[in-house]
């Protein structure tokens, strides 16, 4: 029993390891392509399982669009971003870090796209139970760059 119980915070911890170097990874890849496709690898090694790792996914293929030249390709990236991360949420719709994700990601597109129809329900959802999530790292990071892209 110890030793299952040993294995479990082993992998407990691993995971919140995994979704803070993911974190700050979406920060960065915003910044240049190769962080850009960093981030992209970290996702490969993630947990496939993972519904919040989708998510992240999904932002990466829309992150990747502002560093390729193809319209097609780019439309292409765009197209499977949307795909996994409205998937992901479909998935935990509940998930104040995923309406967060979405949130971030329509804000930062061209109205152009007609991805944006959910940024004021993102907003207002997060903003009214921020406070109820648990996790002290989870809490910070959405607080700090909600801060940022709301501007």
């Known amino acids: 029993m110890k030793l299952l119980l040993f294995f479990f915070s082993i992998n407990f911890m691993s995971c919140q390891n995994e979704i803070s170097d993911v974190r700050e990874l979406f920060l960065s890849a915003y910044l240049s392509e190769y962080d850009c ?67 971030s990601i329509q804000k930062k597109l061209p109205r152009f796209l007609l991805y944006d129809k959910n940024i004021e329900k993102d907003l207002s959802f997060v903003k009214n139970n ?22």
């Open 130 to 151: 921020i406070s109820k999530i648990k996790d002290e790292k989870e809490r910070k990071f959405i607080t700090k760059y909600l801060k940022t892209i709301s501007q």
């Open 37 to 103: 496709n960093v981030f992209g690898d970290k996702l490969n090694k993630a947990d496939k399982n993972s519904v919040l790792i989708k998510g992240y996914k999904g932002c990466f293929y829309f992150i990747k669009c502002q560093f390729i030249k193809n319209p097609f390709t780019k439309l292409k990236y765009f197209d499977q971003g949307k795909k996994l991360l409205e998937s992901a949420i479909k998935e935990d719709p509940k998930s104040i870090e995923l309406k967060f994700l979405r949130y």
